[in-house]
C-alpha cells in the first residue's frame, strides 16, 4: 500500500467516525461525504499504486 493510499485509508476511517459520533439518525452531513470521497480517493490510490510488471519476453 502506497503512502498516499494509507493516508486515504486514515482520512475515511476518521470522518467516518466522526459522523457515527455526532449524527444518531440517518443524515447525510459533511464527515459522511468526505468520507464517500476519501474512500473514493483509497481506492484510485490502491489502483495507480500497483506496479504492472511485463516482461516482453517472445520465446
Same mark, same amino acid.
Do not use: N
Given at each position: 500500500m502506497s503512502k498516499s493510499a494509507a493516508? *486515504? *485509508?486514515v482520512l475515511a476511517l476518521l470522518s467516518g467516525i466522526l459522523h457515527l459520533s455526532l449524527v444518531q439518525e440517518s443524515a447525510v452531513t459533511l464527515p459522511l461525504i &468526505?468520507?464517500?470521497v476519501f474512500t473514493a480517493l483509497f481506492?484510485? &490510490?490502491l489502483i495507480a499504486g500497483r506496479k504492472f510488471? *511485463?516482461?516482453?519476453v517472445l520465446r
Amino acid at each position: 500500500m502506497s503512502k498516499s493510499a494509507a493516508g *486515504f *485509508f486514515v482520512l475515511a476511517l476518521l470522518s467516518g467516525i466522526l459522523h457515527l459520533s455526532l449524527v444518531q439518525e440517518s443524515a447525510v452531513t459533511l464527515p459522511l461525504i &468526505a468520507c464517500g470521497v476519501f474512500t473514493a480517493l483509497f481506492v484510485l &490510490a490502491l489502483i495507480a499504486g500497483r506496479k504492472f510488471k *511485463f516482461d516482453p519476453v517472445l520465446r
